[in-house]
């Protein structure tokens, strides 16, 4: 047991779902932090710091304006001087009272405003004296005044702009961690992608690819030990196929030695058997299976033969009740029939003909005869109950066309449709459906035929093995039969 020593693929499973979990987990955190990081950077950024560095930068232009008109003024006092101060002076009220929307704490505001509250001083204190002639005096000590106020917007100014590039450093940070932690993340669950496609190959489908082997070699030769190899459960499964495979050699050897005893005591029962199930020869496109209820004899029988190379001929039918006595009935009326269609005989003559035998009291048979050439079907069913005729475009249930065949007699008539390429005959004896909670055999027959894809063996197989699947034994004796229409 290699595998044993392994942790188990469920652990493993877990271990690469709650890593996977904890990657995305933490990195989404930081992911989202950092976004919120970012946006309240840009949100500053283009709130305050910009709209604070444009309303600063104005304003210092309108105070170097007026600065140079009152140096203007001061060194030649003429009145055109004095228009270009007063328009000076003007604009830089303008400049102070454009109204600039801020965003930002309080302590921040009064630091982007200060040196518009200036502004504000020296022109309530000195802007009038450029209405009147004032002084060289006044006007000089204003001309100071202006230079100390643009100095201090000056330099607010360039502690504006280094915050502002403080701030748009730290979102360009913000981003490139961001970009990172994203890059980080997407290597991770790669990573952890590769290691779950290479855990799967080597952990699963290579333990798997053992055990089929194994099972096939098994299947083949029974002396063949399964051995456990791969991940815990992978290897429970293995020791489960070969506890079966050792349960499958002791029913092997129980069989052989019932078969032996069997064909010591009954060598009869074997012939009987061998002559219900003998065919003509293959017939293409004709299948069909038998499962007996009671043993290897049984009142179910199918039959089919051809002629020439375009005529499929073919027979069901079911004995009423099992054993022996069921059984030599099957055989006797088997023979009829089919030395009747190898005659190429009418299906409902043979009917008609198979009714004037001696049939003991009490017995009857339920029988369906057909014959398919050149693209027709050509039937009779004698009380058969369960006939279909099946293609993709939709199913036909083929109804009874007499009654049962009994010593009472009765009258038979022909059937007859097309059946062409793509369509299929599905008969079955009502064992069958004794076995299913469903009822309808058409819809039964149509809905495993296009479950099968058109294909006659696997749509046989499926109706035997949901019918076995159903019960645990078989109830009744079933006989199932397929014919499709030739190319």
């Given at each position: ?8 693929l ?16 933490i ?8 976004e919120?990081d ?7 950024l ?10 600063n ?6 105070e ?8 203007a003024l ?11 101060a ?8 303008t ?6 929307s ?18 504000q ?5 000195y ?5 009147s ?11 100071r ?11 607010r ?9 403080d701030?748009?450093d ?10 990172t932690?994203i ?15 290479l ?11 053992t ?16 051995k456990?190899s ?18 499958l ?23 009987f ?13 004709v ?11 049984a ?6 033969g051809k002629q ?5 001929l ?6 009423s ?9 099957a ?10 269609l ?25 029988l ?15 009380g ?16 009874t ?13 022909l059937?007859?449709l ?12 009502d ?19 296009l479950?099968s ?9 499926a109706?035997?093995?949901?019918a ?8 009744d004796?079933v006989?199932v039969?397929?014919a499709?229409?030739?190319?």
């Amino acid at each position: 047991m290699g595998g044993a020593a392994l942790l188990s693929l469920t652990f493993g499973v877990r271990a690469i779902t709650i890593a996977s979990l904890s990657l995305i987990a933490i990195c989404g955190i930081l992911i989202i932090e950092e976004e919120l990081d970012a946006r309240q950077s840009r949100a500053a950024l283009e709130d305050f710091w910009i709209p604070a560095r444009t309303m600063n930068r104005e304003l210092l232009a309108a105070e170097k304006v007026a600065e140079q008109s009152i140096t203007a003024l001061i060194a030649s006092p003429s009145s055109q001087h004095r228009r270009d101060a007063r328009l000076a002076i003007a604009d830089l009220r303008t400049a102070v009272s454009r109204s600039t929307s801020l965003k930002s704490e309080p302590a921040t505001m009064d630091f982007a405003l200060e040196p518009k509250r200036a502004a504000q001083s020296w022109l309530d204190q000195y802007a009038r004296s450029f209405e009147s002639d004032a002084s060289t005096t006044l006007l000089a000590t204003s001309l100071r005044s202006e230079r100390a106020l643009m100095q201090n917007t000056s330099l607010r100014l360039a502690q504006i702009n280094a915050r502002a590039s403080d701030v748009r450093d730290s979102l360009n940070q913000l981003s490139t961690t961001l970009r990172t932690t994203i890059a980080i993340e997407t290597a991770l669950l790669i990573s952890l992608l590769i290691l779950l496609i290479l855990g799967l190959k080597f952990r699963v489908l290579t333990p798997l690819l053992t055990l089929r082997q194994d099972l096939d070699r098994s299947a083949r030769q029974l002396v063949h030990v399964i051995k456990p190899s791969g991940p815990r459960e992978i290897s429970a499964v293995a020791q489960d196929a070969e506890q079966l495979r050792r349960s499958l050699i002791h029913e092997h050897d129980v069989s052989d030695h019932a078969t032996e005893a069997l064909v010591q005591a009954s060598p009869l029962t074997l012939a009987f058997r061998a002559e219900l199930d003998r065919q003509v020869g293959p017939v293409p496109g004709v299948i069909g299976v038998h499962f007996p209820v009671e043993g290897l004899i049984a009142g179910d029988w199918w039959w089919a033969g051809k002629q020439g190379s375009g005529t499929q001929l073919l027979a069901i039918a079911d004995v009423s009740g099992h054993g022996v006595a069921a059984g030599m009935l099957a055989l006797e009326t088997r023979t009829l029939v089919s030395r009747d269609l190898m005659a190429l005989d009418s299906p409902e003559v043979i009917c008609s003909q198979l009714a004037l035998h001696a049939f003991p009291p009490g017995m009857f048979v339920t029988l369906f005869v057909g014959v398919i050439k050149e693209g027709t079907l050509k039937y009779c069913s004698a009380g058969h109950p369960n006939a279909a005729v099946v293609s993709e475009h939709g199913v036909q249930e083929l109804f009874t066309t007499g009654p049962v065949i009994s010593a009472l007699g009765g009258s038979w008539v022909l059937g007859q449709l097309p059946f062409e390429r793509g369509s299929a005959l599905l008969l079955a004896t009502d064992g069958l459906l004794d076995q299913l909670p469903e009822a309808d055999f058409s819809q039964l027959a149509q809905r495993a035929w296009l479950r099968s894809g058109g294909t006659a063996q696997e749509c046989l197989d499926a109706l035997v093995g949901q019918a076995r699947e159903a019960t645990g034994v078989w109830k009744d004796d079933v006989t199932v039969m397929i014919a499709t229409a030739k190319s």
